[in-house]
């Protein structure tokens, strides 16, 4: 019953480096997205996926890639992490509205990320 | 413009009273979701309630009810006999274009609940 599968938990960088960070869905969701929270910021949206092959862009999108090649798997690349991008990354996968309009976003437990 | 406004930063409660926690949103789509979240300290998030907004009553989980009035454009949540385990972050978040539409989820910046005994 593992849901949203996130990794790693904590992470610390410096300027400059590269990472991904790691999502897995096992409940056959189409629907799958980035998040980054701040403080007094909320949630904002980075990138988002409809089904394997299809990737979009949210409100947040610079300086981090995605890819979509199964329906399980979105991972979140950082390409030059950079001090702004220290925040609190969430991946959240969902049904798409069409299936099931109710359905909510299943989150991961998130992703502590410090670039120094 | 913001979608959605959630004008309260921090509310304070008494444990066992109700409170009301306020949502707004924009949009001119006839078609949309709305969802509540709690993020306790510990940091996970958690799908509280749902509102369609063609639902013609509001919806209620438990202790959770969502006050909805359309015209106003406001989704509030509304928690009864209010516990020490609702002190939390809660978000509210739209879903425009049901039923085909857009998908994402755009999330207001949270109203921190702190339960007092």
């Known amino acids: 019953n593992a849901g949203v599968t996130q990794t790693p938990k904590f992470q610390v960088l410096k300027t400059g480096q590269s990472m991904t960070l790691q999502c897995a869905q096992d409940?056959?969701?189409?629907?799958m997205s980035w998040y980054r929270q701040d403080p007094g910021m909320g949630l904002r949206l980075i990138h988002y996926?409809?089904?394997?092959?299809?990737?979009d862009q949210g409100e947040v999108p610079n300086g981090y890639n995605v890819s979509r090649s199964t329906t399980e798997d979105f991972p979140l690349r950082l390409l030059s992490a950079a001090p702004s991008q220290t925040s609190v990354y969430f991946c959240a996968s969902s049904y798409l509205s069409l299936q099931l309009p109710n359905s909510p976003l299943h989150f991961g437990n998130g992703t502590r990320l410090t670039v120094t | 413009a913001q979608k959605i406004t959630q004008t309260q930063p921090g509310m304070f409660v008494q444990e066992k009273e109700a409170v009301t926690l306020d949502c707004t949103y924009d949009?001119?789509?006839?078609?949309?979701?709305l969802f509540w979240y709690k993020q306790p300290s510990s940091g996970e998030m958690i799908f509280l309630i749902y509102q369609g907004s063609y639902d013609q009553q509001n919806a209620t989980e438990g202790r959770y009810s969502l006050n909805f009035q359309k015209a106003r454009k406001s989704a509030n949540l509304v928690i009864s006999a209010s516990q020490l385990g609702d002190s939390a972050m809660y978000f509210c978040a739209m879903r425009e274009g049901q039923q085909g539409g857009s998908e994402k989820l755009v999330f207001g910046k949270g109203t921190k609940l702190t339960v007092n005994p």
């Open positions: 409940m056959n969701h189409e629907y």
């Open positions: 996926s409809v089904g394997a092959g299809i990737t």
């Open positions: 949009t001119s789509d006839p078609s949309y979701g």
